[in-house]
C-alpha cells in the first residue's frame, strides 16, 4: 500500500472483510488509525493523506465533506457488500 489505512475498529463487520482481502493482498501496510466512528473516520481522511474503507451507508458524500471522494469496490473474493474506499479527492486525482 502507498498510503496509511484508516480502518474502522474491530467490533464492525467491515474489518473482518478487510482484514481478509488484506491479509491476503497486501505485505505492507500501514494502520494510521482505528475507529468506530464514521464521521470520526471522515474527519482523520480529510486531513491526512490516508485511505479509509467504509460500507455505503458511511461512506462520505458531497454534502458531508467536499474534499473526499467514495470509490465502490468490486472484487471477486469479496463477498456481495458495498464497500468503498475513501480518501481526499486530490490524493486520489493525483495518482494516476
Given amino acids: 500500500?502507498?498510503?496509511p489505512l484508516v480502518l474502522p475498529g474491530p467490533e464492525l463487520g467491515v474489518?473482518?472483510?478487510?482484514?481478509?482481502?488484506?491479509l491476503r493482498c497486501?505485505?505492507?501496510?500501514?494502520?494510521?488509525?482505528?475507529?468506530?466512528?464514521?464521521?470520526l473516520m471522515r474527519g482523520l481522511l480529510a486531513d491526512a493523506q490516508?485511505?479509509?474503507f467504509q460500507v455505503k451507508?458511511?461512506?462520505?458524500s458531497d454534502e458531508d465533506h467536499n474534499n473526499l471522494v467514495s470509490t465502490p469496490?468490486?472484487?471477486?473474493d469479496l463477498p456481495f457488500a458495498?464497500?468503498?474506499?475513501?480518501?481526499?479527492?486530490?490524493?486520489?486525482?493525483g495518482s494516476g
Fill in 57 to 60: 451507508i458511511g461512506a462520505a
Fill in 82 to 93: 458495498a464497500l468503498f474506499s475513501v480518501a481526499r479527492q486530490n490524493l486520489i486525482r
Fill in 1 to 3: 500500500m502507498d498510503y
Fill in 15 to 22: 474489518r473482518e472483510l478487510l482484514d481478509t482481502v488484506l
Fill in 50 to 52: 490516508s485511505i479509509g
Fill in 73 to 76: 469496490i468490486s472484487r471477486p
Fill in 26 to 39: 497486501c505485505n505492507n501496510v500501514q494502520v494510521m488509525a482505528e475507529t468506530d466512528s464514521f464521521e
